[in-house]
DNA sequence: AATAATTCTGACCATAAGGTAAGTACTATA
DNA sequence: TATAGTACTTACCTTATGGTCAGAATTATT
């Protein structure tokens, strides 16, 4: 017969869960993530679907999930620039984690 | 037939995700909703699950927990203290969140 | 008599994260 | 000729978050 109650292993540098929000703790990762989905959107359309956060910080997180192998971006050498960014593998496994804190957020935040 | 592409509605204050971020986006809050799990587990216990938190965040943490409902606790009037702490209905909703952030871990992160 | 263990509290400080605002370079549009 | 739109960059500053450390009250243990 199966284990009912799962033993929680101690939370040590080495957890996974905390491994995950070292990397997606931010106040904006998650949701700059849930927003380009599988989407190929540029950053004015990103920047546009995320009301309040500041070019800055877009820009940073874009550039820190890119480097971090969750996002790729193309640039198109066209005077307007032109810039697109998209998922990677990971970051579209990701979306779990972006999909479950919006159902949470409908049932029971407010 | 069925939507394929659903479309990302702009996330604006009353985005869920955002919401939910709000609540649960600190660094250790998560962290602790997955280590209380389906336990009852006293303040001690719960330290040494954790190893790096400082007491004083912690029981910030719990506090803050407790006064919105994801967690309850329960103090007995003994020498020396004990105190119990464990997730509500709404806590034990968040749990899929912390668990899509230890697959997500297990499988992508380094 | 000193130490350890329990669950906190509070004062103080350091860091990092994020916000503001201006600027850059180029073009199309009015 | 002025404005708006594109995708950024940079300097500066504010705030929030979290970390350190000491202490408090009580008892059991050594």
Known sequence: MKKNLKEIP???ENCPV????GLLGGK???LILFQINNRVIRYGDLKRAIPGISEKVLIQELNFLVKNKLVTKKSYNEIPPRVEY???KTGLNA???ADRL?????ENVE
């Open 28 to 30: 904006w990762t998650l």
């Open 95 to 97: 979306l779990p984690i």
């Open 86 to 88: 998209q998922l990677t």
């Open 18 to 21: 905390r491994k995950t929000l």
């Open 102 to 106: 919006a159902t949470f957020g409908l």
């Open 10 to 12: 101690v939370s040590d």
